[in-house]
């Protein structure tokens, strides 16, 4: 998200609005938010109909993916915030580009917690529609 943030203006030049959409319980959700700081539209999907529809899945497999693992070890190791275990640790997300007709453009679900496209990916894919 953090990556995303930093790249605004130029979505706001591409005619994009980036939401975010939470699964976790609403106490859990506005916490995230608040240690984020983040700009944009956020939504609490607490039966995860957002999730089901997109067809993103929930994995212990991938939760604990040796990805995920290195992720959160070098986060310690530098003295990052990792937030702890809050809500479903092994629900996986995802990152879809919806144009103005409601046709999916891009869809990433993440085989894995750490697994996102590059905000080039996004930007290309922004791009490309206009």
């Known amino acids: 998200m953090a990556?995303?943030?930093?790249h605004q203006n130029t979505l706001q030049t591409?005619?994009?609005?980036?939401?975010?959409i939470?699964?976790?319980?609403?106490?859990?959700?506005?916490?995230?938010?608040q240690e984020?700081?983040?700009?944009?539209?956020?939504?609490?999907?607490?039966?995860?109909a957002a999730y089901h529809a997109y067809g993103?899945?929930?994995s212990i497999i991938s939760s604990w993916s040796f990805n995920n693992l290195w992720y959160y070890a070098k986060a310690v190791r530098q003295g990052r915030e990792t937030f702890g275990k809050r809500?479903?640790?092994h629900q996986l997300g995802g990152d879809f580009i919806v144009d103005k007709q409601g046709i999916l453009r891009l869809t990433h679900p993440s085989r894995e917690?750490?697994?996102r496209p590059s905000v080039n990916k996004l930007l290309e894919t922004l791009q490309n529609l206009q």
Request: aromatic residues 12%.
């Open 22 to 33: 939470s699964f976790g319980a609403t106490h859990w959700a506005q916490m995230w938010l």
């Open 14 to 20: 591409l005619n994009t609005e980036v939401i975010t």
């Open 87 to 89: 809500g479903n640790p």
């Open 56 to 58: 993103l899945k929930s």
């Open 113 to 115: 917690p750490t697994d």
């Open 36 to 48: 984020t700081q983040s700009p944009f539209p956020f939504l609490v999907d607490t039966e995860r």
């Open 3 to 6: 990556q995303v943030v930093l």
